[in-house]
């Protein structure tokens, strides 16, 4: 599944039932009788519909600080698995949820104001190193470049 960071509360993320296979494997009165749960419960991000098998994210997604390992990377990825009951029906679904960037913060440099002095006799291409601005984004959407 694939879901942009930064979404409200309650978004939907994917559908366990329709995609696992169970609606073409199990009979209606059967599929009644089925129950999604995550395991384990305590997953920070999403949530299953118990009756449903609905996926939606559970609190805000914040890729670039809120989820651990993914601020560098270009493909975040978080995994969870959905457990069917009852006991006679039990399957565990792992599924893995892309969280996708979206272009949410600014470059920033760590002085508002840099001061550089020169020589008026300084050499025509001289270069000078300056300070390099950061951005929390991925890197498709981080700091590609700058010039003065």
């Not at 805000?60 to 993914?70: E, H, L, S």
């Amino acid at each position: 599944y694939r879901v942009e960071e930064e979404v409200a509360v309650g978004t939907f993320v994917g559908d366990v039932l329709k995609d696992s296979g169970l609606l073409q494997k199990y009979e209606q009165k059967t599929l009644a009788l089925l129950e999604f749960l995550v395991v384990p419960r305590e997953v920070p991000y999403f949530s299953v519909g118990e009756t449903d098998g609905v996926v939606r994210t559970k609190n805000r997604i914040d890729r670039d600080a809120g989820v651990p390992g993914c601020r560098e990377k270009l493909l975040c990825e978080i995994k969870i698995d959905v457990a069917i009951k009852p006991t006679r029906y039990f399957e565990i679904f792992r599924l893995v949820i892309e969280v996708i960037d979206v272009n949410d913060n600014s470059p920033s440099f760590k002085q508002s104001s840099h001061y550089l002095s020169l020589a008026e006799s300084v050499a025509v291409g001289s270069l000078y190193p300056l300070p390099t601005a950061s951005d929390p984004d991925s890197p498709v959407h981080g700091v590609q470049r700058y010039a003065l």
